[in-house]
């Protein structure tokens, strides 16, 4: 029971009492950052992070034209379940309707769901995956084993900040995080 009740009181520290009205604003722009990693395991973020999407959705469809544009940005995606009626899989695929849309971070993703899911973005960002994992990337994305050979090269040659992503002609383009410092931006067409 313990576990239990600690959650439980996590949960009341999230979210406001009842008695009040909870907004999302979504006719003044601005950003609402929500952090779970004080809850003290996984599933529980995970759930809330969830419902609490569902809400936004749910919220944002009801403002219909109207209201300010929604992304949420969403790191360890792995966590979640691509499946059929989950809220990722509606922000993918019915987003654009609403102007609501997700930018959704891993660092791996094995399950073939989620991948298929996320293979409905308009744009994917690969960083290097690690040694272990190039090759598996790389059998991804490629469609034939010369483009496979260059996929490997790509993905081996990219260094910290660099990333790869499927240029508008369907060509591999590998493009950096502007360093704001030095206002410096690079793009390389392979």
């Given at each position: 029971?313990?576990?239990?009740?600690?959650?439980?009181?996590?949960?009341?520290?999230?979210?406001?009492?009842?008695?009040?009205?909870?907004?999302?604003?979504?006719?003044?722009?601005?950003?609402?950052?929500?952090?779970?990693?004080?809850?003290?395991?996984?599933?529980?973020?995970?759930?809330?992070?969830?419902?609490?999407?569902?809400?936004?959705?749910?919220?944002?469809?009801?403002?219909?034209?109207?209201?300010?544009?929604?992304?949420?940005?969403?790191?360890?995606?792995?966590?979640?379940?691509?499946?059929?009626?989950?809220?990722?899989?509606?922000?993918?695929?019915?987003?654009?309707?609403?102007?609501?849309?997700?930018?959704?971070?891993?660092?791996?993703?094995?399950?073939?769901?989620?991948?298929?899911?996320?293979?409905?973005?308009?744009?994917?960002?690969?960083?290097?995956?690690?040694?272990?994992?190039?090759?598996?990337?790389?059998?991804?994305?490629?469609?034939?084993?010369?483009?496979?050979?260059?996929?490997?090269?790509?993905?081996h040659e990219l260094r910290?900040?660099?990333?790869?992503?499927?240029?508008?002609?369907?060509?591999?383009?590998?493009?950096?995080?502007?360093?704001?410092?030095?206002e410096e931006k690079c793009?390389?067409?392979?």
């Open positions: 029971m313990a576990p239990t009740l600690l959650r439980l009181q996590d949960l009341d520290n999230l979210l406001p009492p009842v008695s009040q009205t909870f907004s999302w604003a979504l006719e003044r722009p601005g950003i609402t950052i929500l952090r779970f990693d004080t809850l003290p395991n996984l599933s529980a973020q995970t759930m809330i992070t969830q419902f609490l999407l569902f809400d936004l959705w749910s919220e944002k469809l009801s403002w219909g034209e109207g209201g300010c544009p929604v992304v949420v940005v969403l790191d360890e995606c792995q966590r979640f379940r691509f499946t059929e009626n989950s809220i990722l899989n509606r922000i993918l695929r019915e987003g654009r309707k609403y102007d609501f849309s997700g930018w959704f971070a891993s660092q791996w993703i094995n399950d073939k769901n989620a991948v298929a899911t996320l293979n409905q973005a308009a744009l994917r960002a690969y960083f290097y995956p690690g040694d272990d994992k190039v090759n598996v990337l790389a059998k991804r994305l490629a469609c034939d084993n010369n483009s496979l050979q260059d996929y490997k090269r790509l993905l910290i900040g660099e990333f790869m992503y499927i240029g508008p002609h369907g060509r591999p383009l590998v493009n950096c995080v502007p360093d704001i410092k030095k793009a390389m067409i392979c």
